[in-house]
């Protein structure tokens, strides 16, 4: 138990540490029919393992990790369904200002493929014309039953203008690179000046670290104004 004790002290500074140099903080959702492994893309992104059927009644809504993405430490803020799909039903409120999507279909399934049109027109409406969407084909490691090719997705990716990966939830393979890609694109569409973290609804924060180097430029400006006047 000591041991234990040791560990989750030192993970506390660290994290406290990282918290203290967090650039940004973004929104992300994660969406999809049901069953094409969504909750499980997200569970294996946070625990770095395969969610099994066993705890499957759990259900994860929610989960956060920090990643370095060239430098630079941002604070995913991930949020699943939790099952709203089922029923069609994936409230407004869900997608608002979200700054980037994993929208996920299963290659063994035509219909969640099929399904795809329907769910990139909900998120561009109901969460942001400009979110950073990544498709992912999961269930990679049933290359058997496949029914959707490699192919034929990154033409509807390239056409929609999407990023495109598969993965497997159940190996790991490729599910970090997704949020990792995702979050990439976003931090570059910032530094074009394309992404505007301080519009509303962005679903971008700035964290600790980045508010430090925004506030004394800002300031300065402030007073420049009181001074002319105008
Ligand atoms: P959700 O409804 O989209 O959240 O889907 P779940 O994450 O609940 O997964 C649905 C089913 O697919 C479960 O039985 C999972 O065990 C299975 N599954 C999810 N991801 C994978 C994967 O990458 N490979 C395989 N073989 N099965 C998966
Ligand atoms: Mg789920």
Redesign the pocket.
């Known amino acids: 138990i000591s041991d234990y004790w040791d560990v989750w002290n030192i993970h506390k500074h660290v994290y406290l540490l990282l918290f203290l140099f967090l650039d940004f903080l973004f929104k992300f959702l994660?969406i999809?029919?049901?069953?094409?492994?969504?909750?499980?893309?997200?569970?294996q992104f946070i625990e770095k393992k395969?969610?099994?059927?066993s705890n499957?009644t759990i259900?994860v809504e929610f989960g956060s990790k920090i990643i370095n993405v060239g430098g630079k430490y941002v604070k995913l803020q991930i949020w699943?369904?939790a099952?709203q799909?089922?029923f069609r039903s994936v409230t407004r409120s869900y997608y608002r200002g979200a700054a980037g999507a994993l929208l996920?279909y299963?290659i063994t399934s035509r219909e969640t493929y099929n399904a795809l049109t329907n769910w990139l027109t909900d998120a561009r409406m109901l969460a942001s014309q400009n979110i950073v969407i990544i498709l992912c084909g999961?269930?990679?490691?049933?290359d058997g039953d496949r029914e959707v090719t490699f192919l034929e997705a990154s033409r509807f990716a390239q056409e929609n203008e999407l990023m495109f990966l598969e993965?497997?939830?159940?190996?790991g393979e490729n599910v970090e690179e997704a949020f990792v890609q995702c979050a990439r694109k976003i931090l570059n569409k910032i530094e074009s000046g394309e992404l505007d973290p301080e519009r509303m609804g962005s679903g971008i924060q700035y964290g600790d670290a980045a508010l430090r180097q925004l506030r004394s430029p800002r300031r300065a400006q402030a007073q420049s104004v009181q001074e002319c006047g105008c």
Do not use: I, P, Q, Y
């Open positions: 994660v999809g029919n049901a069953g094409t492994g969504k909750s499980c893309l997200l569970h395969f969610k099994d059927d499957h259900g699943d369904t099952g799909e089922r996920v299963d999961n269930k990679k490691d049933l993965t497997s939830a159940l190996t």
